[in-house]
């Protein structure tokens, strides 16, 4: 079957970095997304990652090992506004995304 | 670019009735569609896949006579919710592929559908 994992909740501090893991099992690999949810609003774009390696974007960096089946993502200088749902998503061999539950998010002053 | 747009953003209606929602890609041909379903605190869950012009594709345990799926165009896809009831409240998301990079979905803001 295909698996994705990441933790349910993660409880940060304001100006603080966090590093949101997800561990995949999937039939074959086309690429992994992340994608970041506010309650009540529809998921918005946050990375995409083909490649070994990490992508960095502003605050917010991802990073990939095919061989391992990880990713993770990064948020550096965390601000409230960065409290929500971050989902990761594989591509399938049928180019199909496969959805993590999410992770959820809590920033702290 | 890569615009996807939902109507109604938000619907209450009543047990039995049916409910229309609309997803257009305004920007861009979109060849699949894909309809979600998400409740409260858990994860999208796929309902189906339509491609323009032919069949949809449904979830195991999706029923295809409850949920209608129409994709008659290549900027418009349409889910009826038939018969609705109470545990058909839910936030409705579509998501659209066929942008300039293929394998991205762009979402739709949501429908957020209450039956009463």
């Known amino acids: 079957g295909q698996n994705i994992d990441q933790p349910t909740e993660m409880t940060a501090t304001e100006g603080a970095i966090v590093q949101i893991n997800c561990t995949y099992q999937?039939?074959?690999?086309?690429?992994l997304f992340w994608y970041q949810q506010h309650a009540g609003e529809a998921p918005t774009f946050l990375s995409y990652n083909v490649l070994d390696g990490l992508e960095e974007k502003g605050r917010f960096s991802s990073f990939l090992s095919r061989s391992k089946g990880y990713s993770y993502l990064l948020l550096k200088e965390l601000q409230m506004k960065d409290s929500a749902s971050y989902l990761c998503a594989v591509v399938d061999s049928n180019y199909q995304l496969i959805w993590g539950a999410g992770t959820k998010l809590i920033i702290k002053p | 670019g890569a615009v996807v747009s939902q109507h109604p953003s938000w619907v209450i209606c009543k047990s039995g009735t049916s409910v229309k929602i609309e997803c257009r890609s305004l920007d861009f041909q979109a060849t699949t569609m894909f309809w979600y379903r998400q409740f409260p605190k858990q994860s999208l869950m796929l309902m189906a896949t339509s491609n323009e012009g032919s069949k949809a594709t449904y979830e195991q345990g999706v029923e295809k006579d409850k949920f209608l799926i129409n994709h008659a165009s290549l900027t418009l896809s349409t889910l009826t919710v038939t018969s609705a009831h109470p545990e058909d409240s839910s936030f409705y998301i579509c998501?659209?592929?066929?942008?300039?990079?293929?394998?991205?979905?762009?979402f739709g803001p949501g429908t957020r559908l209450t039956v009463t």
């Open positions: 998501s659209a592929r066929g942008g300039a990079e293929f394998y991205e979905q762009y």
């Open positions: 999937t039939s074959g690999f086309n690429g």
